[in-house]
């Protein structure tokens, strides 16, 4: 486990909210056709990220 503040969780939570609209966004480009499987691959990534990264257990100091 990491030792972390307040700010550091609000951080990871802001970057797996980036993965999550990343992820959004090849969600959209393969519904309007563009290289759908390609896309459907980095959302799927991007949202297994978003899901780590929200998994990471922080530990107060």
Do not use: C, H, P
Not at 15 to 40: H, P, T
Request: charged share 35%; proline share 0%; aromatic share 6%.
């Amino acid at each position: 486990m990491l030792q972390t503040s307040a700010r550091d969780e609000a951080l990871l939570e802001d970057i797996a909210s980036l993965f999550d609209a990343y992820a959004s966004d090849s969600e959209a480009m393969a519904k309007r056709g563009y290289s759908k499987r390609d896309n459907g691959i980095r959302a799927k990534v991007w949202r297994e990220a978003a899901a780590d990264v929200r998994s990471i257990k922080l530990v107060s100091e």
